[in-house]
């Protein structure tokens, strides 16, 4: 029932959208129609095969190695202690460099490449994860990681079966935060020396008044993003069930 009102929400304001297009006169608000029309016009003329699938594989390529390494070094990091004094002024120096920022330097040292774009989506999408993982890690019942080097596990062994459990729900949560900045770094990134993509196709619309065009890519993106959130809920379903399951005795 929820999800129908969420749904008859969305086909209102889409309603609501049409009407105000046609009632504008300025053109710089078509109608929703013709957003979609020209929708249907650009994946007919090849635009899904030179733009979307290659926005989105480089968004995903991005989004996964950077939340694989800001994993990897946030459990790293948090395991052991010592070495936080040392990075942790560092990281939250880094940290708060907004990521369109680095990309003039990404351009500089990579090229308008590929390679350039999937970095600064990457280095995007490591910092929730990374930070997440450091303070879950740091937080880890100390008499669990007691009772597993009594039981005679190896670091290793622990690191598996005692520490990425209890911080897997902190490192997907911050994961979905970092979905959302790999999503926004994609299109910025695309909008400086990229000749395809998403990004290039809504700039290069609004560079030359196609206005319905620009809005039809818009639309894309919010359903790219739709998607990519809904897989990754379902994702985590998946792998944290045990961990819902767990919180709903809790809560009972």
């Excluded at 733009?51 to 990897?72: I, K």
């Excluded at 004094?85 to 940290?95: A, D, G, K, T």
């Excluded at 910092?127 to 005679?152: F, H, N």
């Amino acid at each position: 029932m929820k999800k129908a009102l969420g749904y008859l929400v969305a086909l209102l304001l889409l309603v609501v959208w049409e009407i105000a297009g046609r009632a504008s006169d300025t053109g710089l608000f078509p109608p929703v129609s013709d957003a979609v029309t020209e929708l249907a016009s650009l994946l007919g003329t090849g635009s899904l095969r030179t733009d979307v699938l290659p926005s989105a594989g480089r968004a995903l390529a991005g989004f996964a190695l950077g939340t694989t390494l800001g994993a990897l070094l946030g459990i790293t990091i948090g395991w052991f202690h010592h070495l936080e004094p040392w990075v942790r002024p560092s990281l939250e120096f880094l940290r708060a460099i907004p990521p369109p920022a680095v990309l003039p330097v990404a351009v500089l040292a990579l090229g308008a490449t590929s390679g350039m774009r999937i970095t600064v989506i990457a280095a995007a999408a490591m910092w929730p994860v990374l930070i997440a993982g450091v303070d879950a890690t740091r937080a880890v019942e100390p008499g669990y990681v007691d009772v597993a080097r009594i039981s005679g596990l190896s670091p290793l062994t622990t690191l598996r079966r005692v520490i990425l459990p209890a911080v897997l729900p902190a490192l997907l949560a911050a994961a979905r935060i970092a979905l959302g900045l790999a999503l926004i770094m994609m299109v910025i990134s695309e909008m400086i020396g990229a000749t395809a993509g998403l990004g290039y196709l809504i700039l290069q619309a609004q560079r030359t008044y196609a206005i319905a065009q620009m809005y039809a890519g818009i639309i894309v993106l919010g359903l790219l993003g739709w998607l990519a959130t809904a897989l990754f809920a379902l994702l985590e379903r998946r792998v944290l069930g045990w961990y819902q399951d767990q919180k709903g005795i809790a809560d009972g």
